[in-house]
């Protein structure tokens, strides 16, 4: 790792919608491996979720800014939504590149569960040439990425580094289906984006 260059995290999901797993793990690898910055970046078409409904990417947007709002090291960027077709994270890493120039270290953060998909990531050779990749994790479902990590060879034991967080058992899949039944969110996503969910009416429908 050079610690002479920016290192920026890069959060990519759906968010839909963002919950408070999301921000306790960017800013646990924030903090555990001195990045910059931590980019959220909402999927524009999940290639993973192809065939699922997913809320206008604008309203993931907007909940996702204002759930990272407050923090002065997080940022959102627009990018992937307004790419049609799906977002692969290899174009968004050399986009990224492009941008932020060569003197700009990449970490990847994702959920131990998006590493147990990443053989199947496009490009993953090169992306792993490209960034680092931080999974995180409480202990215990971290160890259970571990072939994984060993059938991507020495490149990718040099390239994943696992992180332990205190991880949440929360996913927007629960949440959404919290708010269908008319059960309370309070607590698992920003007081912000459970005002915004309401005010809009989303995740309503049966
Ligand atoms: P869904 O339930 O709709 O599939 P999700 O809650 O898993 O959504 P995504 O937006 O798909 O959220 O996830 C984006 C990234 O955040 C992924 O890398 C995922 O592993 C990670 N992530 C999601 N929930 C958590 C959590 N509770 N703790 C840590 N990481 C999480």
Redesign the pocket.
Known sequence: MDMQKQRLGI??????P??I??L??AEIVRTDFHLDKVLFIPAGS?PH?QGQIITPAVHRYLMTVMATASNPHFAVLPMEIERSGPSYTIDTVRRLLNEYGPNTELFC??????IRDLLTWKDLDTLLDLCWFAA??RPGALEAIDPIIARLGEKGRNRVLRVN?P????????I?ERLRQGLSIRYLVPESVAEYIKKEQLYTEQ
């Open positions: 959060m990519g999901g759906t968010f839909d963002i919950h797993g999301h306790i793990t999940p979720k953060i994702t959920g131990a569960d998006a995180a994790s967080t991880q949440l058992d929360i996913s927007a899949t629960q959404r």
